[in-house]
């Protein structure tokens, strides 16, 4: 299945075959050929040669525009999106609800500066994960076509029925088969507009199984799961381990998309004592790298989506994948250590994923985490007052937190109104975590710790 190519061979064979008609489980596996050096690894999919690397545009930079309101920074997407396109990226995944609802958008208008035939779009119908009531048939339905209107193309590569599983079978009932959505979507598929199908699965394993058990009628050209070493066989909350999503997918063939690589950012930033063992065999190695290098080294992988806000991290990105070097059984099992390791930390398990957004009550859920795991990764979680470090431990997260999230947003916010939880494919019991936070934090401004 797997491949690397130039980028010139590429931009003759691949692609999209403009319009073509929907390759119906299409998507099977090849060969693998040597790779060269400087060159981006690409998967088969049907007739299209996906870069192993994907563009996850669910976190573009923003900027403030003359009125002072929060926008999409269009002239930097721009730039990453040439960037990853000059360096043999072909693969950009959006949603509508993603960047509160601008990424579409911004992904169009940076990917129509691009032969059509140079780049996938994947997006996905988000509507799905909102109870519509009457309305749900018709409000999915507008959804789909705004996404061709806000994206500026006539066909879409790659559509996900987007983050199915929250909610269970009632849920993938009410909203997606019993009001003939599915059947939308496979027509759609059949005249062409979709050329791949495939669904993205976050939560309840029942899901995942009976949309496996209809694959012999509905042809799933590809899956999008969460994978990394930490949730190959430590998944938290709702997930599923990915060893078994993966296993299930390949037992049919049916190639994996890739979400959460670096867990929401946590195997990018790992522990000291974690990074320092990752180091001692690749020095120059980004701890990032090598998630990607244990999820590329996975033949039925077509694609690894990482949300690439800055150059630097795309430059990595494009250091990792160009050639991909597949790990060797003692670094999966090196991984495997680390991730037993790290389930000892008493990090919030949030990839920063914004689902649970926006709070009614103003809370910036996910700012509030990623600060509490960053101290936890950095050591400057203060657990005693009667230590050496108390002090310095204590100024480092308060300041911190300050910085990172606006007073108003803070934890002390939450009502415990419980409107987020629902919505958190981590099954974070987000009012609870954030009263524990703000606990500890109180403790510390009050220095009774
Ligand atoms: S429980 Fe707290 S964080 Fe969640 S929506 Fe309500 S106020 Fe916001
Ligand atoms: S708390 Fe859950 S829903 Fe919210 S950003 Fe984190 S992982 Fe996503």
């Not at 931009?11 to 075959?17: I, T």
């Not at 299209?48 to 999409?72: A, H, I, Q």
């Not at 009614?360 to 960053?374: E, M, R, S």
Request: hydrophobic residues 35%.
């Amino acid at each position: 299945m797997e491949k690397s190519i130039s980028r010139r061979d590429f931009l003759k064979k691949s692609v999209a075959a403009g319009a073509a008609a929907a390759a119906v489980g299409a998507c099977a596996k090849r060969p693998e050929t040597p790779v060269e050096a400087g060159e981006m690894t690409y998967r088969k999919c049907g007739e299209d040669n996906v870069s192993l690397l994907g563009y996850g545009c669910m976190r573009w930079p923003f900027t403030k525009d003359s009125e002072g309101n929060e926008v999409v920074d269009q002239e930097k997407v721009n730039e990453l999106v040439d960037h990853a396109i000059e360096n043999g990226v072909n693969y950009f995944d959006t949603a509508p609800v993603y960047c509160r609802g601008f990424s579409e958008t911004a992904t169009g208008i940076a990917l129509r500066r691009h032969p059509r035939d140079s780049y996938f779009i994947a997006t996905k119908m988000s509507a799905y994960g909102r109870d519509l009531g009457d309305r749900q048939y018709e409000a999915s339905i507008e959804m789909y076509h705004n996404s061709f209107k806000a994206l500026g193309v006539d066909t879409i590569d790659y559509y996900l029925l987007h983050s199915v599983g929250g909610g269970g079978m009632e849920r993938l009932h009410k909203r997606l088969l019993d009001i003939g959505l599915l059947d939308f979507f496979l027509a759609e598929r059949e005249a062409g507009r979709i050329r791949h199908l495939g669904f993205s699965f976050h939560g309840d394993q029942a899901v995942f199984d009976y949309l496996l058990s209809i694959h012999d009628r509905v042809h799933w050209d590809f899956v999008q799961i969460q994978m990394n070493y930490a949730d190959w066989r430590h998944a938290s909350g709702r997930n599923v381990d990915a060893e078994y999503l993966y296993g299930e997918l390949q037992k049919r063939g049916i190639p994996a998309v890739i979400m959460e690589p670096l867990l929401g950012g946590r195997l990018a930033n790992l522990p000291d004592p974690l990074l320092s063992r990752l180091k001692t065999l690749r020095p120059d190695d980004s701890a990032a790298s090598w998630s990607f290098r244990f999820l590329g080294s996975y033949p039925g992988v077509m694609c690894c989506l990482s949300g690439m806000v800055y150059m630097e991290h795309l430059r990595d990105n494009l250091k990792t994948f160009s050639p991909l070097v597949p790990i060797n059984d003692n670094e999966r099992a090196m991984l495997e250590e680390i991730a037993t390791i790290l389930l000892e930390y008493p990090q919030v398990n949030c990839t920063n994923c914004q689902y649970c957004m926006p709070c009614p009550y103003g809370v910036d859920i996910p700012g509030i985490f990623a600060h509490y795991n960053k101290c936890i990764t950095e050591g400057t979680v203060a657990t005693d007052s009667q230590s050496p470090s108390y002090r310095k431990a204590r100024r480092a997260f308060l300041i911190g937190y300050d910085r990172s999230v606006p007073r108003l947003r803070q934890a002390a916010h939450c009502i415990g109104c419980n409107q987020c939880l629902p919505h958190c494919p981590q099954s974070i019991q987000i009012p609870k975590e954030l009263r524990r936070i703000d606990r500890y934090v109180e403790k510390l401004k009050r220095g009774t710790l």
